[in-house]
């Protein structure tokens, strides 16, 4: 080990002690001397992991229209356009640019575009389960948004739905084997009945909500299985009712039949979809949204007949409904007591559930997945109903708003873990993240603050015992190289909670205070301890300000 003394620390001497050369010249140890291009080295040599800024685009960007005129495709006859199509400025690439902001008519038209060619992309060897399964779907998915109109919209939760499309389905079969009416009539006359049935079913929703109204509801659909079973007008012995006209015709056969089938449930499937954006998208729809559940007083306090706008909605579901029950008839050729059954009340909100309530999408998709694992997955026996539960259950435990839902939720995720990754990466660029330097048009703040986090960087291997102690010694005059770098840099900080000393009494006490930086504001007091000399001030001040670079 080599002695101590043979590297004695540096020893700086003050250069203006040659004006007085009387006096002994004044010497106090300092820090070894050390190049300020250290710390730039090592902020160019470190190369962090950086992540990609912004989203990417998935959709191409139009340019803008420039000197023409822009012409926005609108639906006949109304004045609704068929894209959502915002126009603005890109500050990034300085121009004009057209953007889709709902994307989901493109979805619809794929999808619409599939369902057309899905008879000639199932493979031969299950093509008439899958397209019998297919034509339910269509049914089911219809019935779903109808349903979804009187949870999902008016907020009212009925599970009267199947026994309304049950009483028009064994009221328009019965009607039309007794009367002899052409099958064309069937549906017209479900319409009747779903409406009749719903104004019965409606009185009670303005007295009874929510929990008590779906035990109500749920009473109604038992009575009516009931009464079918052991009714022998509605064939409580044949197991249903049968013997309805029907639209397919028997010349075609069996493939013919499914082809005309399916393409028949998937236009009914259309015009649910068209109802549902009918009610939900205009006045009725944009009232309740207006006034959602638990909020019936203020609607009505501003003038709007929440009460009113419900059964309105509910009676034109039911309408819909009773049309799609006379539509089940014609279809199947009657009717069946499994409408009213349990179990496909539970497979039916088990689709809601899984897709989403309140979306037209999650009713569709939700039908599509119960129909197919009900339907085509048949030789799995009672494992299927198993695993349609099971898929419940993983939608309601990780899952908000069913599978429609995992985009928002995705983006939630997606913002928490930026946020998390913010916090842990702020070394390259200083004080100023990535994704905040892209919102910045002045440039020159991201070179200043990444300046500054430098400069900190290497005043931080300034300090020293020997720098605090020459600054308690001798607070102002000339100083040492590295205390001087540090007080320039402490100097010229901004007026705002800036420190500086505040006299209580000349030359007795003194106290340290933060400046607020407007005209007009006191400053503010950052300790209670008083100073007997300004010495001990200027020191003390000193000290707080090594405290906060330190801890930046």
């Given at each position: 080990m080599t002695d101590a003394t043979s590297n004695p620390p540096p020893v700086w001497i003050d250069p203006l002690g040659c004006f007085d050369p009387e006096k002994e010249t004044r010497q106090v140890e300092t820090n070894s001397w050390q190049s300020h291009q250290s710390t730039w080295n090592e902020t160019t040599s470190f190369k962090p992991e950086m992540h990609k800024v912004g989203r990417f685009n998935f959709f191409y960007k139009w340019p803008g229209h420039g000197e023409r005129l822009w012409h926005r495709t609108r639906y006949w006859p109304t004045r609704r356009r068929m894209l959502n199509i915002s126009g603005g400025y890109n500050a990034k690439t300085m121009r004009r640019e057209k953007t889709i902001l709902d994307k989901r008519p493109i979805w619809w038209s794929m999808a619409f575009v599939l369902f057309l060619a899905m008879p000639f992309l199932v493979p031969?060897?299950?093509?008439?389960?899958?397209?019998?399964?297919?034509?339910?779907?269509?049914?089911?998915?219809?019935?779903?948004?109808?349903?979804?109109?009187?949870?999902?919209?008016?907020?009212?939760?009925?599970?009267?739905?199947?026994?309304?499309?049950?009483?028009?389905?064994?009221?328009?079969?019965?009607a039309a084997i007794q009367l002899g009416l052409p099958f064309w009539t069937l549906p017209l006359m479900g319409t009747v009945i779903g409406l009749m049935f719903g104004a019965i079913i409606a009185f009670p929703a303005m007295r009874l909500d929510g929990f008590y109204y779906a035990l109500l509801t749920l009473g109604?659909?038992?009575?009516?299985?009931?009464?079918?079973?052991?009714?022998?007008?509605?064939?409580?012995?044949?197991?249903?009712?049968?013997?309805?006209?029907?639209?397919?015709?028997?010349?075609?056969?069996q493939e013919g039949q499914l082809f005309l089938g399916y393409y028949a449930c998937l236009a009914l499937l259309l015009a649910a979809l068209f109802v549902y954006r009918f009610v939900n998208g205009k006045r009725l729809g944009r009232v309740l949204r207006m006034a959602p559940e638990k909020k019936e007083a203020f609607a009505q306090a501003v003038g709007v007949d929440y009460l009113r706008a419900r059964v309105w909605v509910f009676l034109i579901s039911s309408a819909a409904l009773g049309f799609i029950g006379g539509f089940y008839a014609i279809h199947f050729?009657?009717?069946s007591p499994n409408l009213f059954s349990f179990d496909t009340l539970l497979l039916s909100l088990a689709m809601l559930v899984i897709g989403g309530i309140g979306r037209s999408e999650g009713a569709v998709v939700g039908t599509i997945i119960v129909v197919f694992i009900d339907r085509v997955l048949i030789d799995l026996g009672p494992l299927r109903f198993m695993?349609?539960?099971?898929?419940?259950?993983?939608?309601?435990?990780?899952l908000r708003g069913g599978l429609f839902g995992i985009k928002d939720q995705f983006r939630t995720w997606r913002a928490k873990k930026r946020s998390e990754r913010r916090a842990t990466r702020a070394e390259k660029g200083g004080e100023m993240l990535p994704e905040e330097a892209t919102e910045i048009h002045d440039k020159d703040q991201i070179y200043f603050r990444r300046f500054d986090k430098m400069q900190r960087d290497f005043l931080k291997r300034l300090i020293s015992d020997a720098?605090?102690?020459?600054?308690?010694?001798?607070?102002?005059?000339?100083?040492?190289?590295?205390?001087?770098?540090?007080?320039?840099?402490?100097?010229?900080?901004g007026q705002i909670d800036k420190?500086?000393?505040?006299?209580?009494?000349?030359?007795?006490?003194?106290?340290?205070?933060?400046?607020?930086?407007?005209?007009?504001?006191?400053?503010?007091?950052?300790?209670?301890?008083?100073?007997?000399?300004?010495?001990?001030?200027?020191?003390?001040?000193?000290l707080r300000r090594v405290q906060d670079l330190l801890e930046t």
């Open positions: 031969l060897g299950s093509w008439n389960t899958v397209m019998t399964a297919m034509s339910v779907m269509g049914i089911y998915g219809a019935i779903n948004l109808c349903w979804m109109l009187v949870i999902g919209t008016a907020g009212i939760f009925s599970l009267a739905t199947y026994a309304v499309v049950g009483a028009a389905a064994y009221g328009s079969a019965y109604v659909v038992e009575l009516c299985r009931v009464y079918v079973v052991q009714s022998r007008q509605l064939g409580s012995a044949t197991g249903g009712l049968y013997g309805a006209p029907t639209y397919l015709p028997d010349g075609l056969g050729g009657g009717a695993l349609i539960g099971a898929i419940m259950l993983m939608v309601v435990l990780f720098v605090i102690e020459e600054h308690r010694t001798r607070p102002l005059g000339q100083h040492s190289e590295a205390l001087e770098r540090l007080l320039n840099y402490f100097r010229r900080q420190y500086a000393i505040m006299v209580i009494e000349e030359f007795k006490a003194y106290r340290i205070v933060a400046l607020a930086g407007h005209r007009g504001t006191a400053p503010r007091l950052v300790e209670d301890q008083t100073y007997a000399t300004p010495d001990e001030a200027y020191h003390a001040l000193f």
